[in-house]
């Protein structure tokens, strides 16, 4: 049986700076 | 409630820091300055060096889950192809990217082995 395999998105990160 | 500034989502470039020919040799591992919470299937992380904090997306946080300094880069490469719909040689490029934007931030570290 074939598992399932999860949607793919690029990989992301967001940098945030605070005050 | 902190009052925030806008958001940046860091820019990707061509050059790369890994060196693809070890990627079977090279481990991830995060700086000890930095500190990473998973909340709702993304993960905050806190540069405590900086005060700079960031956020990663669902893949994103998949990748730093695997960053301890145990996986090589070949390791987590196969574990993303292995779970996710994906062409491998674009999950490559998208994992190596990451990986330098991160070292770039100063929050992950490589180590060859």
Not at chain 2, 59 to 83: N, Y
């Amino acid at each position: 049986m074939e598992q399932k395999k999860e949607q793919y998105a690029q990989p992301v990160v967001v940098k945030h700076e605070l005050l | 409630m902190a009052d925030l500034a806008p958001t940046t989502t860091l820019s990707r470039t061509t050059g790369s820091s890994i060196d693809r020919a070890r990627l079977d040799r090279i481990v991830l591992r995060s700086s000890p300055d930095v500190q990473g919470t998973m909340m709702d299937g993304e993960t905050v992380l806190l540069d405590l060096s900086t005060g700079r904090y960031y956020t990663l997306n669902r893949l994103g946080s998949v990748i730093w889950e695997h960053c301890t300094g145990q996986s090589t880069i070949a390791d987590i490469h196969a574990a993303i192809c292995d779970r996710f719909e994906v062409v491998s040689s674009r999950a490559l490029d998208d994992l190596i990217d990451l990986a330098n934007e991160l070292i770039r931030e100063g929050l992950l570290q490589q180590e060859r082995r």
